[in-house]
């Protein structure tokens, strides 16, 4: 497990009750999202990263702080190496 996601979940064992319940929530959806993704050929995961990449290319251009390289190492760490390779 990713170091500051164990230390993250240490800490939210100390949060009052209402925020755990969102927690929870938002890392059921993550999680179906994960889910989701596998069930997606691998043109389909192409295509998807490609949309998110152009969705976030344009709020760059409105204005965003990220540059294309920074967009790209966010989503080789979300999603793997094997799905970004020759990016």
Known sequence: MNKRLEQLLERVAQWPPGAQEDAVTTLEYIEASVNADKKLSLEEQEAKLESLREMLRQSIARGGDYSPD??????????????????
Do not use: K, N, P
Request: charged fraction near 45%; aromatic fraction near 6%.
């Open 70 to 87: 920074d967009i790209d190492l966010m989503i080789e760490e979300r999603f793997g190496d094997s799905r970004v390779q020759g990016r």
